[in-house]
């Protein structure tokens, strides 16, 4: 448990630390680089703060692992690390706007196994995962072979799966950030 305990520190943590400064320092959080981050999206600077933050992190908890990251690779933090972390710092920085965006809807999403599993297991070698609401208390966790949870301050559930086996009717999604593309139809 003791890296379920190490991933969710972490998480709150850097919630505070993006709620403390994202207002104070959104010139910082909204720059938008020229490059493509090694998963191929368009980075931010709230991407690279967060990455780095978190690594930063993960160094002073003494953590033998290496990082597989969105933003930046693979990093390993010592020689022979005996975890891998798979990390996306910010999931959903599309949803930072240069214009005002109370509480955009951003979570921290990470997930870590040994890495003696890694080669044989795949993505099957995750043991613990852990996804992190940035601008509320919700965090949502899975500990292979205990279940899948919710928590939230004090409060804490654990989830179950749904019994639905079909879908009567289809669930419909827009994209409103980007216009048509010519010969399209546009819903607006």
Known sequence: MRQLEILIKICDEVSRFIQDNYYSARAKFLKQYDYINVSGDLQKGIDDIVNAKIIDLLKMEGLPAVIISEETGILSLNENPTYFLLLDPIDGSNNVRPWFT?????VISMGIGTVQELADKGLD???TAV????FSNNCYYSVRGKGAFYKNN????KLSASTLKTLDSPVIGLDLDK????????LI
């Open 125 to 127: 070698a995750v043991e």
């Open 102 to 106: 109370p509480c955009p809807n951003l």
């Open 179 to 186: 216009t048509a593309a010519v010969g399209e139809k546009s």
């Open 154 to 157: 004090h409060l804490e559930y």
């Open 131 to 134: 996804v992190r609401e940035i």
